[in-house]
């Protein structure tokens, strides 16, 4: 695929389509290999630990559930509060400002979704239906702060696996901090999305799927106009379920990202219904478990991104679109990145699209 340039590697920067003030330094050559992660962690794969908080019959040891699913009988998923909250409910939503110096108080709610009873079980492990489960119980749990307290913009879910990912308890966990603000990264995908719709009416999210599913694209030369290479810009694609698509982005900030959306246009998590999230819940084991053939143990996180709430936000819902984003941590950000805002990548997109796609899974 690289065809002429496969001895010197790819070197170049791409430019993300939808903010498009990120970008990624593609380098595929020896030479810029950023410093790699711990190759493997010890995964623990215990069922039960006696001592972990968030193993059954340790309910005491979290402070009061905030809910539990199923109901009745023994629990499979809960919602408990984070013992140590980085944003807290206990201050008033006040902003205040002084000289270029502004600070909005950290009024929010942090919380903790146990995924699973089993302790060391990993994503792919999990059955669909339990997944299915999960984002049923994250959409409930958003619906719920979102309408208890109009000063939340945005609820946020995420999950950090592994120390690398800065998950800090080893029991399978996720997740939810209902802020004051819009975060920065969504806010960024919302005011570019809404800026292409309102020059081409189309989302840029549903172009950019309909690209990976049908295109090809050619690149050329900057100086002489010859053809680099061509691109068949299907090959993003990772995989694909009846309501759902996992793609490899073009210029992502992880050498492994992938992110997952809806194929039919849908701005807001809050409306996918229960055949959407099957699909979903698929999609997800699939992708899981293709990463996990080809990249073995990794760490991760990932994060829903989600049209947020409030007035500023109700003339969006044709030009944002849901989706879950998969950041593997593979390497860590050297002062490169972290100076310059410029991700390194030594895996090209399309040969790690081509990896994931070619193994076998169950
Ligand atoms: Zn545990
Ligand atoms: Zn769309
Ligand atoms: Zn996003």
């Not at 690398?164 to 080893?170: K, M, Y």
């Not at 995908?189 to 295109?215: G, M, P």
């Not at 936000?313 to 100076?339: A, D, K, M, Q, V």
């Amino acid at each position: 695929m690289a065809g002429e340039q496969q001895g010197k590697g790819v070197r170049e920067i791409r430019i993300n389509p939808i903010v498009p003030t990120e970008s990624v330094l593609v380098a595929t050559a020896r030479g810029m290999r950023p410093k790699k992660a711990e190759e493997r962690i010890e995964r623990d794969t215990r069922a039960h630990v006696d001592t972990c908080p968030f193993c059954r019959g340790n309910e005491d040891r979290t402070p009061p559930e905030i809910s539990r699913w199923p109901q009745s009988g023994d629990w499979e998923i809960r919602i408990v509060p984070n013992l140590y909250p980085v944003l807290g409910d206990d201050s008033p939503a006040n902003s205040m400002a002084f000289g270029l110096q502004q600070v909005i108080d950290g009024y929010g709610r942090h919380e903790v979704v146990i995924d699973h009873p089993h302790h060391g079980i990993i994503i792919h492990e999990m059955s669909e239906d339990h997944l299915y489960h999960l984002f049923r119980t994250f959409q409930a749990r958003m619906g719920e702060l979102y309408a208890a307290d109009p000063r939340l913009k945005y609820v946020l879910v995420f999950k950090n696996f592994g120390p690398a990912a800065g998950a800090s308890i080893p029991h399978t966990h996720s997740q939810i901090i209902a802020m004051p603000v819009v975060p920065e990264n969504v806010q960024n995908e919302v005011t570019h999305s809404r800026a292409h719709h309102a020059k081409f009416n189309q989302c840029i999210f549903c172009s950019l799927i309909d690209e990976a599913l049908t295109f090809e694209a050619t690149i050329y030369e900057r100086d002489t106009g010859q053809i680099r290479r061509k691109i068949n810009v299907g090959q993003y694609v990772i995989e694909r379920g009846e309501r759902f698509v996992a793609i490899k982005p073009f210029a992502s900030r992880f050498e492994w990202e992938i992110h997952i959306l809806p194929l039919r246009h849908e701005a807001d998590f809050l409306q996918a219904g229960e055949a959407d999230l099957q699909d979903f819940a698929r999609v997800l084991r699939r992708t899981m478990a293709r990463l996990d053939k080809v990249v073995g143990g990794v760490q991760f996180n990932f994060f829903l991104h989600s049209l947020p709430h409030g007035d500023d936000y109700e003339n969006c819902g044709e030009s944002y679109h849901w989706h879950l984003e998969i950041c593997p941590r593979t390497s860590i950000p050297t002062g490169f990145e972290l100076g310059s805002g410029l991700f390194v990548s030594t895996v090209s997109p399309e040969d790690a699209a081509e990896a994931l796609r070619n193994v076998v899974i169950d």
